[in-house]
Protein backbone atom coordinates (compact mmCIF):
# COMPACT_ATOMS: atom_id res chain seq x y z
CA UNK A 1 0.00 0.00 0.00
CA UNK A 2 1.43 3.73 -0.69
CA UNK A 3 2.68 5.37 1.87
CA UNK A 4 1.16 8.99 3.11
CA UNK A 5 2.94 11.55 4.61
CA UNK A 6 1.94 12.74 8.21
CA UNK A 7 1.82 16.08 7.21
CA UNK A 8 -0.84 15.21 4.57
CA UNK A 9 -2.59 13.11 7.05
CA UNK A 10 -2.69 15.50 9.97
CA UNK A 11 -4.52 17.99 7.41
CA UNK A 12 -6.89 15.63 6.56
CA UNK A 13 -7.12 15.29 10.53
CA UNK A 14 -7.35 18.79 11.46
CA UNK A 15 -7.75 20.97 8.69
CA UNK A 16 -4.86 23.40 8.23
CA UNK A 17 -2.31 22.25 10.58
CA UNK A 18 0.48 24.62 10.08
CA UNK A 19 0.26 25.24 13.56
CA UNK A 20 1.36 21.39 14.25
CA UNK A 21 5.72 20.95 14.71
CA UNK A 22 6.56 18.74 11.86
CA UNK A 23 6.46 14.80 13.19
CA UNK A 24 8.71 12.42 11.59
CA UNK A 25 7.33 9.90 9.55
CA UNK A 26 6.24 5.92 11.04
CA UNK A 27 4.72 3.28 9.43
CA UNK A 28 2.79 3.34 12.90
CA UNK A 29 1.31 6.74 13.25
CA UNK A 30 0.45 6.84 9.89
CA UNK A 31 -1.66 3.93 10.60
CA UNK A 32 -2.96 5.65 13.11
CA UNK A 33 -3.78 8.71 11.33
CA UNK A 34 -5.25 6.88 8.78
CA UNK A 35 -7.89 5.19 10.46
CA UNK A 36 -11.47 5.91 9.68
CA UNK A 37 -14.75 3.60 10.72
CA UNK A 38 -15.32 1.24 7.56
CA UNK A 39 -19.41 0.42 7.07
CA UNK A 40 -18.76 -1.27 3.57
CA UNK A 41 -17.92 -4.42 2.79
CA UNK A 42 -16.83 -7.30 0.61
CA UNK A 43 -18.48 -10.30 0.86
CA UNK A 44 -14.90 -11.88 1.32
CA UNK A 45 -14.08 -13.84 4.08
CA UNK A 46 -11.21 -13.03 6.28
CA UNK A 47 -8.39 -14.28 5.86
CA UNK A 48 -7.83 -17.45 8.32
CA UNK A 49 -5.96 -16.46 11.50
CA UNK A 50 -7.05 -12.39 11.44
CA UNK A 51 -9.42 -13.55 14.56
CA UNK A 52 -6.17 -15.11 16.55
CA UNK A 53 -4.36 -12.11 15.55
CA UNK A 54 -6.43 -9.31 16.43
CA UNK A 55 -6.81 -11.08 19.85
CA UNK A 56 -3.31 -11.55 20.66
CA UNK A 57 -3.06 -7.78 19.92
CA UNK A 58 -5.75 -7.26 22.08
CA UNK A 59 -4.30 -9.53 24.93
CA UNK A 60 -1.10 -7.26 24.41
CA UNK A 61 -2.20 -4.04 25.74
CA UNK A 62 -2.18 -2.93 29.45
CA UNK A 63 -4.34 -4.36 32.15
CA UNK A 64 -4.69 -3.13 35.46
CA UNK A 65 -3.04 -5.09 37.67
CA UNK A 66 -3.01 -7.53 35.02
CA UNK A 67 -6.53 -9.14 36.00
CA UNK A 68 -7.64 -8.92 32.27
CA UNK A 69 -11.70 -8.49 32.99
CA UNK A 70 -12.63 -8.33 29.89
CA UNK A 71 -13.89 -10.79 27.25
CA UNK A 72 -14.98 -10.62 23.75
CA UNK A 73 -17.51 -12.96 21.51
CA UNK A 74 -16.96 -13.49 18.36
CA UNK A 75 -20.11 -13.84 16.15
CA UNK A 76 -20.22 -15.10 11.94
CA UNK A 77 -23.46 -16.99 12.01
CA UNK A 78 -25.77 -14.88 9.89
CA UNK A 79 -28.72 -15.27 11.68
CA UNK A 80 -27.43 -14.04 15.33
CA UNK A 81 -25.37 -11.19 13.42
CA UNK A 82 -28.93 -10.46 11.82
CA UNK A 83 -30.31 -10.23 15.39
CA UNK A 84 -27.65 -8.28 16.75
CA UNK A 85 -28.37 -5.86 13.81
CA UNK A 86 -31.55 -5.60 14.66
CA UNK A 87 -30.91 -4.95 18.46
CA UNK A 88 -28.53 -2.23 17.93
CA UNK A 89 -30.90 -0.17 15.86
CA UNK A 90 -31.08 -1.95 12.39
CA UNK A 91 -27.65 -1.64 11.32
CA UNK A 92 -26.86 -3.19 8.39
CA UNK A 93 -23.49 -2.96 8.75
CA UNK A 94 -23.57 -6.06 11.55
CA UNK A 95 -25.28 -7.97 9.29
CA UNK A 96 -22.75 -7.78 6.45
CA UNK A 97 -19.75 -7.87 7.78
CA UNK A 98 -18.70 -11.63 8.22
CA UNK A 99 -16.87 -10.94 11.41
CA UNK A 100 -18.71 -9.16 14.43
CA UNK A 101 -17.16 -9.00 17.61
CA UNK A 102 -19.17 -8.49 20.90
CA UNK A 103 -16.90 -6.98 23.92
CA UNK A 104 -17.59 -7.68 27.26
CA UNK A 105 -16.67 -6.00 30.56
CA UNK A 106 -16.21 -9.87 32.66
CA UNK A 107 -15.91 -9.70 36.36
CA UNK A 108 -17.39 -12.70 36.15
CA UNK A 109 -13.98 -14.85 35.58
CA UNK A 110 -12.35 -13.33 38.77
CA UNK A 111 -15.78 -14.32 40.61
CA UNK A 112 -15.54 -17.64 39.80
CA UNK A 113 -11.35 -17.76 40.31
CA UNK A 114 -11.84 -16.66 43.76
CA UNK A 115 -14.98 -19.15 44.54
CA UNK A 116 -13.18 -22.13 43.22
CA UNK A 117 -10.58 -20.59 46.19
CA UNK A 118 -12.72 -19.95 48.77
CA UNK A 119 -11.79 -16.31 48.18
CA UNK A 120 -14.13 -13.83 48.82
CA UNK A 121 -14.89 -11.32 46.47
CA UNK A 122 -17.31 -8.78 47.79
CA UNK A 123 -14.66 -6.30 45.82
CA UNK A 124 -16.37 -6.99 42.79
CA UNK A 125 -19.45 -4.87 43.39
CA UNK A 126 -18.23 -1.67 43.68
CA UNK A 127 -17.86 0.94 40.95
CA UNK A 128 -13.68 1.11 40.27
CA UNK A 129 -14.07 -2.67 39.36
CA UNK A 130 -16.96 -1.93 36.51
CA UNK A 131 -14.87 0.95 35.64
CA UNK A 132 -11.74 -0.89 35.81
CA UNK A 133 -13.39 -3.61 33.48
CA UNK A 134 -14.58 -1.14 31.35
CA UNK A 135 -10.92 0.49 31.01
CA UNK A 136 -9.61 -2.73 30.45
CA UNK A 137 -12.08 -3.87 27.67
CA UNK A 138 -11.38 -0.44 25.44
CA UNK A 139 -7.70 -0.86 25.77
CA UNK A 140 -7.82 -4.45 24.45
CA UNK A 141 -10.63 -3.79 21.54
CA UNK A 142 -8.87 -0.54 20.29
CA UNK A 143 -5.49 -2.68 19.65
CA UNK A 144 -7.62 -5.26 18.24
CA UNK A 145 -8.99 -2.22 15.98
CA UNK A 146 -5.40 -1.17 15.24
CA UNK A 147 -4.38 -5.08 14.29
CA UNK A 148 -6.99 -5.14 12.06
CA UNK A 149 -6.53 -1.87 10.12
CA UNK A 150 -2.94 -3.01 10.26
CA UNK A 151 -3.89 -6.20 8.17
CA UNK A 152 -5.78 -4.16 5.19
CA UNK A 153 -9.16 -4.46 7.28
CA UNK A 154 -11.71 -1.79 8.04
CA UNK A 155 -14.11 -1.81 11.12
CA UNK A 156 -16.71 -0.20 12.92
CA UNK A 157 -17.99 0.35 16.79
CA UNK A 158 -20.96 -0.44 17.72
CA UNK A 159 -22.32 1.27 20.52
CA UNK A 160 -26.02 0.71 19.48
CA UNK A 161 -25.50 -3.00 20.99
CA UNK A 162 -26.52 -1.46 24.58
CA UNK A 163 -29.75 -0.17 23.36
CA UNK A 164 -30.87 -3.23 24.52
CA UNK A 165 -28.44 -4.55 26.72
CA UNK A 166 -30.60 -7.32 28.48
CA UNK A 167 -31.46 -9.04 24.87
CA UNK A 168 -27.93 -8.97 23.75
CA UNK A 169 -27.12 -10.39 27.02
CA UNK A 170 -29.37 -13.36 26.31
CA UNK A 171 -28.77 -13.28 22.73
CA UNK A 172 -24.71 -14.29 24.06
CA UNK A 173 -25.84 -16.19 26.96
CA UNK A 174 -23.53 -13.86 28.98
CA UNK A 175 -23.43 -14.90 32.48
CA UNK A 176 -23.89 -13.00 35.49
CA UNK A 177 -21.26 -10.02 35.91
CA UNK A 178 -20.44 -9.66 32.52
CA UNK A 179 -22.10 -6.87 30.56
CA UNK A 180 -21.97 -6.02 26.62
CA UNK A 181 -19.72 -2.37 26.00
CA UNK A 182 -19.46 -2.38 22.33
CA UNK A 183 -19.55 -4.47 18.93
CA UNK A 184 -16.98 -3.78 16.59
CA UNK A 185 -17.72 -5.49 12.28
CA UNK A 186 -14.47 -6.76 11.02
CA UNK A 187 -14.53 -7.05 6.90
CA UNK A 188 -12.70 -6.48 3.72
CA UNK A 189 -13.26 -2.38 3.12
CA UNK A 190 -15.11 -2.00 0.12
CA UNK A 191 -13.32 0.16 -2.29
CA UNK A 192 -16.30 0.87 -4.29
CA UNK A 193 -17.84 2.81 -0.89
CA UNK A 194 -14.54 4.04 0.54
CA UNK A 195 -14.94 6.15 3.66
CA UNK A 196 -13.40 9.06 3.99
CA UNK A 197 -10.98 10.44 7.22
CA UNK A 198 -13.16 12.35 9.54
CA UNK A 199 -11.56 15.71 11.03
CA UNK A 200 -11.32 15.98 14.68
CA UNK A 201 -11.40 19.14 17.23
CA UNK A 202 -8.52 21.15 17.15
CA UNK A 203 -6.28 20.20 19.90
CA UNK A 204 -6.24 23.40 21.79
CA UNK A 205 -10.06 21.60 22.36
CA UNK A 206 -8.66 18.52 24.00
CA UNK A 207 -4.92 19.23 25.58
CA UNK A 208 -4.89 21.06 28.88
CA UNK A 209 -0.95 22.31 29.84
CA UNK A 210 -0.61 21.98 33.50
CA UNK A 211 -4.17 22.85 34.82
CA UNK A 212 -7.12 22.69 32.57
CA UNK A 213 -8.71 25.78 31.10
CA UNK A 214 -12.13 25.62 30.17
CA UNK A 215 -12.02 28.87 28.13
CA UNK A 216 -9.53 27.89 25.32
CA UNK A 217 -11.97 25.65 24.37
CA UNK A 218 -14.38 27.82 22.41
CA UNK A 219 -12.71 28.89 20.08
CA UNK A 220 -11.31 25.49 19.14
CA UNK A 221 -14.33 24.33 19.04
CA UNK A 222 -15.53 26.96 16.50
CA UNK A 223 -13.07 26.42 14.57
CA UNK A 224 -14.04 23.01 14.24
CA UNK A 225 -17.61 24.10 13.46
CA UNK A 226 -16.52 25.85 10.33
CA UNK A 227 -14.62 22.46 9.33
CA UNK A 228 -17.25 19.90 9.64
CA UNK A 229 -19.98 21.94 8.35
CA UNK A 230 -18.81 21.34 4.68
CA UNK A 231 -17.47 17.89 5.64
CA UNK A 232 -21.27 16.94 6.35
CA UNK A 233 -22.28 17.64 3.05
CA UNK A 234 -19.38 16.55 1.10
CA UNK A 235 -20.20 13.94 2.82
CA UNK A 236 -24.25 13.81 2.20
CA UNK A 237 -24.10 13.12 6.26
CA UNK A 238 -27.43 13.93 7.27
CA UNK A 239 -26.04 16.18 10.13
CA UNK A 240 -28.95 18.75 11.74
CA UNK A 241 -26.74 21.70 12.46
CA UNK A 242 -22.96 22.53 13.17
CA UNK A 243 -21.19 19.87 15.15
CA UNK A 244 -21.70 21.85 18.35
CA UNK A 245 -25.31 22.13 17.90
CA UNK A 246 -25.89 18.34 16.70
CA UNK A 247 -23.52 16.94 19.83
CA UNK A 248 -25.54 19.30 22.61
CA UNK A 249 -28.77 17.79 20.79
CA UNK A 250 -27.11 14.12 21.86
CA UNK A 251 -27.12 15.02 25.66
CA UNK A 252 -30.69 16.87 25.58
CA UNK A 253 -32.53 14.03 27.51
CA UNK A 254 -32.89 11.04 28.49
CA UNK A 255 -35.02 10.74 25.17
CA UNK A 256 -31.79 11.50 23.00
CA UNK A 257 -30.03 7.93 24.60
CA UNK A 258 -31.63 6.08 22.09
CA UNK A 259 -32.94 3.79 25.21
CA UNK A 260 -29.74 3.77 27.26
CA UNK A 261 -31.21 6.01 29.79
CA UNK A 262 -32.32 2.32 31.37
CA UNK A 263 -28.58 1.29 31.11
CA UNK A 264 -28.13 1.42 35.13
CA UNK A 265 -31.27 -0.97 36.04
CA UNK A 266 -29.55 -3.00 33.14
CA UNK A 267 -26.30 -3.29 34.68
CA UNK A 268 -27.86 -4.40 38.48
CA UNK A 269 -29.92 -6.88 36.43
CA UNK A 270 -26.91 -8.11 34.60
CA UNK A 271 -25.56 -9.03 38.12
CA UNK A 272 -23.56 -5.40 38.54
CA UNK A 273 -25.09 -4.22 41.87
CA UNK A 274 -22.54 -1.31 42.62
CA UNK A 275 -22.10 0.78 45.45
C1 LIG B 1 -17.74 3.09 21.38
C2 LIG B 1 -18.17 3.51 19.99
C3 LIG B 1 -19.43 3.18 19.54
C4 LIG B 1 -19.82 3.47 18.23
N1 LIG B 1 -21.05 3.07 17.80
C5 LIG B 1 -21.37 3.20 16.48
C6 LIG B 1 -22.58 2.61 15.97
O1 LIG B 1 -23.38 2.02 16.72
N2 LIG B 1 -22.82 2.71 14.64
C7 LIG B 1 -21.95 3.34 13.78
O2 LIG B 1 -22.22 3.37 12.57
N3 LIG B 1 -20.79 3.91 14.25
C8 LIG B 1 -20.49 3.85 15.55
N4 LIG B 1 -19.29 4.36 16.04
C9 LIG B 1 -18.36 5.01 15.11
C10 LIG B 1 -18.31 6.51 15.32
O3 LIG B 1 -19.45 7.10 14.79
C11 LIG B 1 -17.03 7.04 14.63
O4 LIG B 1 -15.90 6.47 15.24
C12 LIG B 1 -16.95 8.56 14.71
O5 LIG B 1 -17.98 9.16 13.98
C13 LIG B 1 -15.61 9.06 14.17
O6 LIG B 1 -15.45 8.61 12.83
P1 LIG B 1 -14.20 7.73 12.39
O7 LIG B 1 -14.14 6.51 13.25
O8 LIG B 1 -14.44 7.39 10.93
O9 LIG B 1 -12.98 8.59 12.55
C14 LIG B 1 -18.92 4.15 17.35
C15 LIG B 1 -17.66 4.52 17.84
C16 LIG B 1 -17.28 4.20 19.13
C17 LIG B 1 -15.91 4.60 19.62
Redesign the pocket.
Same mark, same amino acid.
Given at each position: MEHQSISHLLRLRYGDSDSLPHVAWSETLELLLK &? !????AYTPDPLPVGTLEAMVAAAQSASSSSNLQVWSVVAVEEHARKARLAHL? @?N?A &?ITDCPLFLVWLADLARLARVAAQRDIPYAGLDYTEMFILSVVDA?LAAQNAVVAAEALGLGV?? %? @? @? %?RNHPLDVAAELQLPPRVFP???LCVGVPNDARP?? %??P !?LPQDAVVHRETYAADQQDAAVERYNQMMTPFYRDQQMRVNGDWAQHSARRVAGPQSLSGRDTIREALRQLGFDLR
Open positions: &H !RSVRA @GQ &HTVY %I @G @G %ILFGAD %IK !R
